[in-house]
């Protein structure tokens, strides 16, 4: 048995080759021994099956699988194209400019939303990167702005990557 990553890094390929024709059922477990799924093959002696993990967390997974004679497992590591995103964004603070930077090193494959608070949690910028394969660099400006102190939120499909605070 093997588990291999694709092309698309939230689907995953299990490929089985077994000594003979059995009803196999496939599980795949998270690192709690939650049963994502389970699904039975029957009368088969090597199967390829995709395992998509779209929607699941960053962890690590166990396929179980299992026979009439024997039970074997693997496990592998999956990580969220957000989790691999956070990786990518840095968030700066220029003193000189009063002005906050966003960057990515890479491009990125999803829209990058920033949002901007200050002390009082008064929303003073809210802005979209669309997803792009160049790299970005962002600046805003806060001269001016009512605040002592930011909050700063890079967010991607609804999860934070990074946040900073500053205060000058």
């Not at 993990?53 to 026979?67: A, D, M, N, P, Q």
């Not at 790299?135 to 890079?154: Q, S």
């Not at 609804?158 to 946040?163: C, V």
């Amino acid at each position: 048995m093997a588990v291999l990553p694709t092309k698309d890094p939230e689907v995953f390929r299990l490929i089985y080759k077994g000594d003979m024709s059995w009803n196999v059922v496939v599980t795949l477990l998270d690192e709690n021994n939650n049963v994502k799924f389970e699904r039975e093959v029957k009368d088969s002696d090597s199967f390829l099956m995709p395992l998509n993990l779209g929607g699941e967390s960053s962890g690590t997974f166990t396929v179980k699988i299992s026979t009439p004679a024997y039970d074997i497992q693997k496990q592998f590591e999956y990580i969220t194209y957000e989790d691999r995103a956070a990786e990518l964004i840095s968030i700066k603070y220029q003193v000189d400019r009063n002005a906050v930077s966003v960057e990515a090193s890479k491009g990125l494959r999803k829209d990058l939303v920033v949002y901007i608070y200050n002390e009082s949690g008064d929303q003073l910028i809210l802005d979209t990167v669309p997803a792009s394969e160049s790299t970005f660099y962002r600046v805003y400006n806060l001269k001016g702005a009512p605040a002592r102190e930011l909050d700063v939120h890079a967010v991607m499909s609804g999860k934070t990557l990074r946040r900073e605070r500053f205060t000058f």
